[in-house]
């Protein structure tokens, strides 16, 4: 049997979580709602035995996986700003090339690698839980092209999550 974490809203600010033992997430879901039925359509996410969250998306508790992550992307400190802030140094001098237009239609990026991705040592992996910054979501100096923009400048490269929308 595998541990499931349930958190769920106890009211408009308070939320719980309830820990089931189950084979599978939807036997856990089943528990829930027979031991907690007046929580059934307030469910936040589940937590599985190996860390993936699923988010719920509506009452009767039908699992949204969320995006398909399609992998890593190494991007440079313009593109990696761009993301977080909304604009970078490059956007007062000029670009060399638009932040993150190297990534097509109906995908999406977010900072930092998926847990498995991290290195065997890194004490976020370990922890399934972010941490603090660690070593292996940067590359300190990289010859290789942007993979968020296309620009060939050397330099720092930064990882980030692509997601299929």
Same mark, same amino acid.
């Given at each position: @049997?595998?541990?499931?974490?349930?958190?769920?809203?106890? $009211?408009?600010?308070?939320? /719980?979580?309830?820990?089931?033992?189950? %084979?599978?997430?939807?036997? /856990?879901?089943?528990?829930?709602?027979?031991? #907690?039925?007046?929580?059934?359509?307030?469910? #936040?996410? *589940?937590?599985?035995?190996?860390? !993936?969250?699923? #988010?719920?998306? $509506?009452?009767? @508790? +039908?699992?949204?996986?969320?995006?398909?992550?399609?992998? +890593? !992307?190494?991007?440079?400190?313009?593109?990696?700003?761009?993301?977080?802030?909304?604009?970078?140094?490059?956007?007062?001098?000029?670009?060399?090339?638009?932040? #993150?237009?190297? !990534?097509? %239609?109906? &995908?999406?990026?977010? @900072?930092?690698?998926?847990? $498995?991705?991290?290195?065997? %040592?890194?004490?976020?992996? /370990?922890?399934?839980? *972010?941490?603090?910054?660690? %070593?292996?979501?940067? =590359?300190? &100096?990289?010859?290789?092209?942007?993979?968020?923009?296309?620009?060939?400048?050397?330099?720092?490269?930064?990882? @980030? +999550?692509? &997601?299929? =929308?």
């Amino acid at each position: @049997m595998s541990e499931y974490v349930c958190h769920y809203l106890t $009211d408009a600010v308070h939320s /719980a979580r309830a820990v089931y033992h189950a %084979d599978e997430l939807p036997q /856990a879901m089943a528990m829930h709602n027979a031991a #907690l039925p007046e929580y059934r359509s307030k469910v #936040l996410k *589940w937590v599985g035995p190996t860390g !993936i969250t699923f #988010l719920m998306h $509506d009452s009767t @508790m +039908t699992l949204n996986k969320g995006p398909e992550n399609y992998g +890593t !992307i190494w991007v440079c400190q313009d593109c990696m700003l761009h993301d977080a802030n909304g604009e970078c140094g490059g956007c007062h001098e000029g670009h060399d090339e638009e932040p #993150l237009s190297a !990534i097509g %239609d109906g &995908f999406h990026v977010a @900072m930092g690698l998926a847990w $498995d991705e991290h290195a065997e %040592d890194c004490h976020n992996r /370990a922890e399934r839980e *972010w941490r603090g910054e660690c %070593d292996c979501e940067t =590359n300190t &100096f990289s010859t290789s092209q942007c993979e968020g923009c296309g620009s060939y400048l050397h330099g720092e490269r930064h990882a @980030m +999550t692509l &997601f299929r =929308n």
